[in-house]
Each structure stands twice: as C-alpha cells, then as structure tokens.
C-alpha cells in the first residue's frame, strides 16, 4: 500500500483502511499458473533477453487437462510476487469450492511488484497478451473461460478485452468478474476507454463493489486523481455496456484484500454469476 505514498492527512484512517488479509491460505507445491514473469520491463517493454511474451504454463495442469467443464484463470492485483500470486489463485479456488463451484482455478502470474506507474504500465502490457492465450485456448480447446481479477488485475483484464474485441474474437471468454477493480470508474462506460470492448468481448461482465474499500477509496483516488469502479462502480449507469452488471458487496467486503477470501467475501455473488 505504501507505493502510492499518501502521507499528511488521512493517513492514520487509511493506514486502517489497509488492514485486513485474504485468510493467508499457502497454495500446494506445482499449483498450475501461466505467468509472464521476467516478460516485461518497467516501461511495460518486452525484455530483450525474453524468449517470448507468450505466458508460460508452469506447475501440474493435470487437473485443467482432464475432465474439467469450465475454466477460472484469476488476475491478482499490485504488489503480488510470484508466491503471493500463487497463494492467491489458490485462495479463489478455496473460496469458490466452498460456494459448490468445482472449476479449476488457474492463476495469471505478472509482475506487478513494482511501483505504482510501471505497474500500470506492466498490466496494460499483460492484456494483449492474456488476450492471445485465450484466442488460442477457444480455437484449440474450446471449454469456457470465467476470468476473475482483483485490484490492478481489473486493468490487464480490460485491457485484454480491447485486444480481444480489435481482433475481432467474440467467444473466448464466457465471463468477467471483477473484484474491488483498481481503474477509473468512467473507463467502463459505453464510448469510454474500455466500455465497447467490454459489450463486444465478453457476454457478461461483472462489476463488484465495496463503499468499505479504503485501498480504492483513499490511495487510489489520491494516486489516480479519480475514483475507482471498485469502490462506488460506473460513473454513469445510463452509459453501461449491454453486458454490464454492478454487484454492491459492501455489506460482506470489509477491505481491500477480502473479495475473495473464504467465508468472508463474496464468492458466493461471484459463483452464482458464472454460466
């Protein structure tokens, strides 16, 4: 949280704001991941001795390669190292199987461990290239994708949407969930930033929101000038995409870090909304 540098006044409510936890789950030794760690430079550059910025598939995907119906890739937020990542991904997994939701949840590793503008510009790198792998997976595989993102993660994945919808590729995602999403609240409405891309690329598109999410509600704003859709969602609810939809979870999403927490967040909102 200190990477936005809010100092002065606030800062003691905030410094509150910022507390709370996911439930501190470890995820098991391979879990699966696709990750572009090592990818990109903190001008959102590909490295020059990157071998591709194709995402590698790392850990045992054994249980995605089976008999699984659907798929939940899970785009974590800022300041997530690589375990940080994986316990993360692992945390969604336990939460939305504790709702009865069984699809495997595989996590989408970046490097967003960075401070606050390069890692803006590290996940608006990451789309496109989200985007290639899920155009590949719908023409090669086939089952439904059900993306989940926190925080910063909201960006990689919109930005993923508009490279989906310049493409062209109308079917490779089933869904977009997104939680306590850290990008502008206007960015998601129609003829806005990501508002066409959001109607033309995926077939629902869901929005949840909590008025208790101080992370948003003060470091966000005091960073970005602005407030963000995970906090109070679109700015214009006239203006929303056809497949649009805010979720309010302030009554059950008491910080920044819980949406998905087990038995404390809102994965059962989440779960019920995955066709």
């Known amino acids: 949280?200190?990477?936005?540098?809010?100092?002065?006044?606030g800062a003691w409510y905030v410094q509150r704001g910022l507390q709370g936890d996911d439930g501190d789950y470890e995820a098991?030794?391979?879990?699966?991941i696709l990750?572009?760690?090592g990818v990109f430079d903190a001008d959102g550059e590909v490295r020059s001795d990157a071998e591709?910025?194709?995402?590698?598939?790392?850990?045992d995907w054994s249980v995605v390669d089976a008999d699984a119906d659907a798929l939940?890739?899970?785009?974590?937020?800022?300041?997530?190292?690589?375990?940080?990542?994986?316990?993360?991904a692992y945390t969604t997994r336990t939460a939305l199987r504790d709702v009865g939701l069984d699809h495997p949840v595989v996590g989408y590793s970046w490097?967003?461990?960075r401070e606050w503008a390069p890692a803006k510009r590290t996940a608006e790198a990451n789309g496109p290239v989200l985007a290639d792998w899920l155009a590949a997976w719908?023409?090669?595989d086939g089952r439904p994708v059900h993306v989940v993102a926190h925080s910063l993660g909201a960006r990689v994945t919109c930005e993923c949407l508009r490279a989906l919808a310049d493409d062209g590729v109308t079917d490779a995602l089933a869904s977009v969930s997104l939680l306590g999403g850290a990008i502008p609240r206007d960015s998601v409405e129609t003829g806005a930033q990501y508002g066409d891309a959001i109607e033309t690329a995926t077939p629902q598109f869901a929005n949840f929101h909590s008025g208790k999410d101080n992370v948003l509600g003060w470091l966000y704003r005091a960073s970005d000038g602005t407030n963000a859709v995970g906090h109070g969602g679109i700015a214009d609810p006239d203006r929303a995409p056809e497949t649009y939809e805010d979720v309010d979870v302030?009554?059950?999403v008491n910080d920044h870090y819980s949406y998905y927490e087990p038995g404390e967040g809102c994965a059962d909102a989440v779960a019920s909304r995955l066709p």
């Not at 949280?1 to 006044?9: A, D, F, P, S, T």
């Not at 098991?28 to 699966?32: F, L, N, V």
């Not at 591709?52 to 850990?59: K, M």
Request: proline letters at 8%.
């Open 28 to 32: 098991p030794d391979r879990y699966p």
């Open 250 to 252: 302030t009554d059950r």
């Open 138 to 140: 719908a023409t090669e």
């Open 35 to 37: 990750s572009t760690r």
């Open 1 to 9: 949280g200190g990477v936005l540098g809010l100092l002065g006044v």
């Open 111 to 113: 490097d967003s461990d």
């Open 52 to 59: 591709s910025d194709a995402p590698r598939r790392e850990g």
């Open 72 to 88: 939940v890739v899970y785009v974590h937020g800022l300041n997530a190292p690589d375990e940080a990542a994986l316990n993360q």
